[in-house]
């Protein structure tokens, strides 16, 4: 199931990479988590994975020309709406396989063995 997760951390990653890679710095989108690199884009996919600001981070990949954004830069360094779909389904899909990686183990041990 570990492996599972990577590999959806994984696809993530590259997709984010893809999508985000020249949105502008705001607070949340700092030079260690970002969508620049594989491994600041899986340190920023995991930080969401916790729930730790993943809105704020949702709402800095979205940013637009009035919050300081130069949409006439080649490429451009706005954000884009796509922000809120990939983050909500990166939540609901990273909760459920971390959620069925930590289950397991915890209802074995409330078993009675015999």
């Known amino acids: 199931m570990g492996s599972l997760l990577l590999i959806i ?3 993530y990653a590259v997709l984010g990479i893809n999508l ?3 949105v502008q710095r705001q607070e949340n989108i700092t030079d260690e ?4 690199s594989l491994g600041g884009a899986l340190l920023l996919l ?12 949702m ?5 637009t020309p009035e919050r300081g954004c130069d949409p006439t830069l080649t490429p451009s360094n706005c954000g884009t ?15 459920f396989v971390f959620l069925n990686l930590v289950r397991p ?10």
């Open 59 to 63: 709402d800095d990949l979205m940013v």
């Open 81 to 95: 709406p796509i922000a809120l779909p990939f983050f909500i389904s990166w939540t609901i899909v990273g909760s």
């Open 33 to 36: 988590r970002n969508f620049e």
């Open 9 to 11: 951390m994984f696809m």
């Open 105 to 114: 183990p915890r209802f074995r041990a409330l078993t009675p063995t015999h």
């Open 46 to 57: 995991f930080q969401c994975l916790t729930g730790d600001g993943w809105s704020a981070i």
């Open 20 to 22: 985000f890679t020249y």
